[in-house]
Nanobody, 121 residues
Framework: QVQLVESGGGLVQAGGSLRLSCAAS????????MHWFRQAPRKEHEFVAR???????YYADSVKGRFTISRDNAKNTVYLQMNSLKPEDTAVYYC???????????????WGQGTQVTVSS
């Protein structure tokens, strides 16, 4: 069982930056692939980024070059540094854990409660 708690969301102007954090409980954090998904109003969950235990990363094309995912296995925490934010990045951002790499929300084993990110134009 893994519990995930996100923090760091908020309101920012276009071009600004935010850093999201996701604290995980459980002794097996390092064995999970950690993801960030987002969900805008009236839309499906959208894959944003993932990071494997060893640090290999993968990004959605829409955020590549602007967002950076990282993890600290000693602190059971995963981060999402978001730079050059755009209004279309506005969404609820969710931390997610899976046993295998995925871009599908249907394959997620554990979800956090989400944190709102709003980017004003």
């Amino acid at each position: 069982q893994v519990q995930l708690v996100e923090s760091g969301g908020g309101l920012v102007q276009a071009g600004g930056s935010l850093r999201l954090s996701c604290a995980a409980s459980g002794r097996t954090f390092s064995s999970y692939v950690m993801h960030w998904f987002r969900q805008a109003p009236r839309k499906e969950h959208e894959f944003v980024a993932r990071i494997r235990s060893g640090g290999r990363t993968y990004y959605a094309d829409s955020v590549k070059g602007r967002f950076t995912i990282s993890r600290d296995n000693a602190k059971n925490t995963v981060y999402l540094q978001m730079n050059s934010l755009k209004p279309e990045d506005t969404a609820v951002y969710y931390c997610a854990a899976t046993s295998i790499p995925t871009t599908s929300a249907a394959s997620v084993d554990y979800w956090g409660q989400g944190t709102q990110v709003t980017v004003s134009s």
